[in-house]
């Protein structure tokens, strides 16, 4: 048997070409679409197959927006969990890491361990009010940092327990690759969250654009596509890439129109203590509330309009599409690098026609980190009403000094009438 720190080093001097193979995934269609598509070639076949799985895919997604936020949040941690499994498979593969002392247990721990993390800091900063009333959790929250340090570094000093000699590097690797798929996926996955918190329209616009942008590239590249467009991807072709960004613009800027008429997408998702339920009742707020603009001389000419009324959204709504449909695509290129070096066509075979789960969401993680930093940096303000239910936790001695330091600020400013000093 060949000595594995041997066949460590042998592989740290290969090329791309000498990765070794993982096994092929399965052809997992349903029988019934199989045999419906036996008599087509295998190119209109897979266009098929493709459809008939999309169509279903979305018509689920409609299903859970009506079933509600929560509904969309469990989503969002059944796809992470699922692209996590994906990607921690094929490294468990390609490295061959069988033997190696508590590698899977300890990839789900960290997982585990990140999400309670996350999901904790949510907690504390959407349900305080509900927190407050709960006595168990004012401990969990108010030391939530220092538990959640405290078990990463238990996986951490597991991980050094587990080192054994001859497998040091490899198990190093696999270290690496379980913080780099965490990275990717728990982090993105929580600001997909935090937009969803912001408001439906801020999750389905930027996730519908892609969906979208994927659908419509992959339609004109199909009929139309004749330039190839990037290596690491030879059936993406320039026909495909930019029908599907004119196709996406124009998506996004209708569908925006629609769901900024109603307060369930537009309003901030917010956890009624009483009722023990996510609400989406608001006031809309100026973005959403149609204006009169101005159309721009050189198009007055070709519309005939002088004036256009529409939601501010919808100036927004360009800005996620385009980032949607001209940089969103190289995180579909990313992914494709990524399986070429380890000589895969898919991640998984968990959807026919499709791949697996990361196969069709390696462009969504991209634009939640994008449409995050967009709100953060052109959309949020100071929010009032997060504001009070943190004044609320605050002991009855530190709400009143913040009351005096208030009240003394606002009487200087002149807000506050000197007759109502005292």
């Known amino acids: 048997e060949v000595d594995l720190e041997e066949r460590l080093h042998e592989l740290d001097l290969r090329s791309d070409s000498d990765i070794p193979d993982v096994p092929p995934p399965t ?16 190119r209109w076949k897979n266009w098929w197959i493709r459809g008939i799985l999309s169509l279903a895919m979305i018509s689920g997604f409609f299903l859970i927006i009506y079933l509600g936020s929560f509904m969309l949040m469990l989503l969002v941690l059944s796809i992470q969990v699922k692209c996590y499994h994906e990607i921690i498979t094929i490294g468990y593969r390609v490295y061959h890491s069988y033997d190696l002392p508590w590698f899977r247990s300890l990839s789900w721990y960290f997982l585990l361990c990140v999400n309670y993390f996350f999901y904790g800091e949510t907690v504390a900063d959407y349900f305080a009010t509900f927190v407050q009333r709960r006595e168990q959790l004012q401990f969990l929250i108010r030391y939530h940092r220092f538990i959640s340090f405290a078990l990463y570094l238990t996986g951490f000093c597991m991980f050094v ?15 690496a690759w379980t913080h780099v798929t965490l990275l990717i996926t728990v982090t993105q996955s929580h600001l997909v969250i935090q937009n969803l918190f912001e408001g439906m329209i801020w999750f389905l616009v930027p996730i519908s654009s892609v969906i979208c942008n994927d659908i419509t590239a992959y339609i004109f590249g199909f009929f139309f596509g004749r330039t190839p467009l990037i290596k690491l991807s030879p059936k993406k072709t320039w026909e495909g890439f930019i029908g599907g960004f004119f196709s996406t613009v124009v998506f996004g800027f209708i569908f925006s129109y629609f769901l900024a008429q109603h307060q369930y997408f537009v309003c901030p998702v917010e956890y009624n203590s009483e009722t023990n339920r996510f609400v989406t009742e608001c006031e809309p707020s100026e973005l959403f509330q149609m204006k009169k603009y101005s159309v721009p001389p050189l198009l007055q000419a070709v519309l005939g309009w002088e004036t256009v009324n529409m939601y501010p959204f919808q100036m927004h709504s360009f800005a996620l599409s385009t980032f949607a449909s001209l940089i969103g695509p190289f995180g579909g290129f990313f992914a494709s690098g990524f399986k070429r070096a380890f000589k895969i066509k898919d991640f998984a075979d968990t959807i026919p026609g499709h791949g697996g789960i990361m196969d069709r969401f390696d462009c969504q993680y991209l634009m939640a980190t994008f449409v995050h930093v967009y709100i953060t940096s052109f959309i949020r303000g100071p929010n009032p009403s997060k504001l009070l239910k943190q004044l609320l936790i605050l002991q009855p001695e530190q709400q009143l000094s913040v009351y005096k330091s208030l009240k003394s600020h606002l009487v200087e400013k002149g807000i506050l009438q000197p007759s109502l000093r005292g």
């Not at 052809?27 to 295998?42: H, Q, Y």
């Not at 327990?161 to 270290?175: N, T």
């Open 27 to 42: 052809d997992s269609t349903p029988e019934i679409l199989k045999r419906a598509l036996s008599g087509l070639s295998a």
């Open 161 to 175: 327990l587990s080192l054994v000699k001859k497998h040091y590097r490899l198990q190093f690797y696999m270290f």
